[in-house]
Every structure is written in structure tokens, then in C-alpha cells.
């Protein structure tokens, strides 16, 4: 089954002690991303990348870090979390920079720092 | 980015067709409209997408108006599980979704 695989679902944290929050993807696609949403704020876009190796910073990317090693996966690292980012967090993946192709995105991770 | 503007709220009764509506008049002519749908504590979800002509899938019909400054999605028959946030996004290549605020569709049985 296609899908795009975030974990852990579920995350609470203390205020500056480094986490990683892993997203995975079987449907060898080129593109992956991370949003965060927020009440009132929507969803907005952290990072991106659009091949191994390649990243590149969305509309809030302050107090994030990412990487792509690897196709399959796109891990999200907070080096120093702090309570502004408890949020839910969500991962998708699309086949490539395409206008007409479909995305994919994961169940959500809700992350709380305290 | 390219913006749209929808209705924050809608509602339907179930079994009956929904129409929603998606305005975009600053839609340049390589822009997609695709409609995604956020059913409640999930992560969004493909709707369907189109550029010019009408689209059918299994889950919604899109209907674009012929100067595609407008479009609406169609649900032929909402049921319950149809109750969601529908987003409409532009989207170009290379370029990244914006999601705007939505529209939030109460299904009543």
C-alpha cells in the first residue's frame, strides 16, 4: 500500500532537548516536505526538498532542520525544541516537482514541548 | 503564490450533492487547481485536480469555469464521512502548496 509513514504519532518533550521525528515513503518519490498546523494559522510549509541531498527552506523553517540522504526518508530535527513549536506536524511526499501530480502526506504528529 | 478564496463554512444533508466552490482569479495559465480534503485528525488528502476541462474521479467531479477564475468541487452524494475541511490550491511547477484556511463541510444525516 502507498503510503507515507510519520513517527512517532504522538510526542511530549521538555523544553530544549533535541528530537527527531521520522517520515518515511514507499512510493520512491522525489519530493517530500513538512508542515506544520496550527489553530487559525493553517497549514504552512517548514522544509522541502526535491531530490536526495537536496533541501531547501519553506515559509517557517526557524528552529528546524531536515535531511535527505536517503529517497525514502525525510527526518525533521528539532535541536532545541521550545514550546512555540508544539504543533502538529505532518509529512508528504509527491513523485516530483509536477504541477499535476497528486500528494501524499502521513497521519500527523503532535508534538508538545513543555 | 497564486491565492483562492473559499467559504469558511458549509453545510449538507446527507445523500444530497454539495457544491464547493473555490474562487481564483489571479490563476495564471499553467496552474493546476487541485482540491485536497483534512478529514478530522487526519492528514490531508487528495481530492482531485484539473487544469481546464471538467474532471471525474471515484470521489468528486471538478468543475472549472471557462476562464478558470473559478472552479467547484462536487460531491454527487455526501454521506457522513464526507465531513471534512476541503482545501482548493493552486499549484505550478516547481512551486510549493499554500494552503489556505478552507472550507469546513458539515454533513447532517
Known amino acids: 500500500e502507498a503510503q507515507v509513514t510519520q513517527n512517532p504519532r504522538y510526542l511530549i518533550t521538555v523544553t530544549g532537548k533535541k528530537l527527531t521525528v521520522t517520515c518515511s515513503q514507499n512510493?520512491?518519490?522525489?519530493?517530500m516536505s513538512w508542515y506544520r498546523q496550527d489553530p487559525g494559522l493553517g497549514l504552512r510549509q517548514i522544509y522541502y526538498?526535491?531530490?536526495?541531498?537536496?533541501?531547501d527552506k519553506g515559509d517557517v523553517p526557524e528552529g528546524y532542520k531536515v535531511s535527505r540522504k536517503e529517497k525514502r526518508n525525510f527526518p525533521l530535527i528539532l535541536e532545541s525544541p521550545s514550546p512555540n513549536q508544539t504543533s502538529l506536524y505532518f509529512c508528504a511526499s509527491k513523485p516530483d516537482q509536477g504541477a499535476a501530480t497528486e500528494a501524499f502526506f502521513g497521519q500527523g504528529t503532535r508534538l508538545t514541548v513543555v | 503564490d497564486a491565492k483562492t478564496t473559499q467559504p469558511n463554512s458549509m453545510e449538507s444533508n446527507e445523500e444530497e450533492p454539495v457544491h464547493l466552490p473555490c474562487n481564483h482569479s489571479?490563476?495564471?495559465?499553467?496552474?493546476?487547481i487541485h482540491w485536497y480534503r483534512q478529514l478530522p485528525s487526519q492528514g490531508p488528502e487528495y481530492v482531485i485536480h484539473g487544469l481546464t476541462s471538467n474532471v471525474n474521479n471515484r470521489m468528486a467531479s471538478l468543475a472549472i469555469a471557462e476562464d478558470r477564475k473559478s472552479s467547484t468541487l462536487i460531491l454527487h452524494r455526501a454521506t457522513l464521512r464526507d465531513a471534512a475541511v476541503y482545501y482548493c490550491?493552486?499549484?505550478?511547477?516547481?512551486?510549493?502548496?499554500?494552503f489556505g484556511p478552507g472550507t469546513r463541510l458539515s454533513v447532517l444525516p
Open positions: 490550491i493552486l499549484v505550478n511547477y516547481g512551486q510549493n502548496f499554500v
Open positions: 512510493m520512491n518519490h522525489e519530493y
Open positions: 526538498s526535491m531530490n536526495v541531498e537536496v533541501t
Open positions: 489571479t490563476i495564471s495559465g499553467t496552474d493546476y
